[in-house]
């Protein structure tokens, strides 16, 4: 059985180093929960410091406090 990771990440602009972003994704109505549940994300971008769109950078947060 695998470790589970207790990584955590957060996502800056490749431009401006923002955390001001958004990112395409699509969703899927669950019925039993009432909610939106992510499906599948897009490769798509945006910076809305820089007002356009950006690569983004995943960068690695130090562990939650427990």
Known sequence: MGQVSNKRVTYVCKQCGSTNVISDARAEWD???QQWIVAGHYDSAEC????DE???????LAPAST
């Open 31 to 33: 019925v039993p929960s």
């Open 48 to 51: 809305l410091d820089c007002e």
């Open 54 to 60: 950006q690569d983004l950078i995943e960068v690695e």
